[in-house]
């Protein structure tokens, strides 16, 4: 069974970074694409960053320049680097890890961004 644990979220003002991570119970490089979305109160989940096994990211719109994805396949951890925060940011972020037909969640982890 995969396990996606998520980390790094917490209260900053805004402008501030943080960096999350997300820890997965066997090898990230088992899965075809990994991600972050994030659901803001009373909105739909939405993807922020996602990255292919090869390495390509994509972005939303509202991520890019602020935000970078990334991976180590040596310590099966997906990162989300995220600076120049803005309170809209604000969300519970979930990690997202997808192969062979399947979508794995993490528990989420709350980023709250004052003004």
């Known amino acids: 069974q995969v396990r996606l644990v998520e980390s790094g979220g917490g209260l900053v003002q805004g402008g501030g970074s943080l960096r999350l991570s997300c820890a997965a119970s066997g090898s990230i490089n088992s899965f075809s694409v990994m991600g972050w979305y994030r659901q803001a109160p009373g909105k739909v989940r939405e993807s922020v960053a996602v990255?292919?096994?090869?390495?390509?990211?994509t972005y939303a719109d509202s991520a890019k320049g602020r935000f970078t994805i990334s991976k180590d396949n040596a310590q099966n951890t997906l990162y989300l680097q995220m600076n120049s925060l803005k309170p809209e940011d604000t969300a519970v972020y979930y990690c997202?890890?997808?192969?062979?037909?399947?979508?794995?969640w993490g528990q989420g982890t709350q980023v709250t961004v004052s003004s």
């Open positions: 990255i292919t096994r090869g390495g390509a990211t």
């Open positions: 997202n890890a997808y192969r062979l037909g399947d979508n794995y």
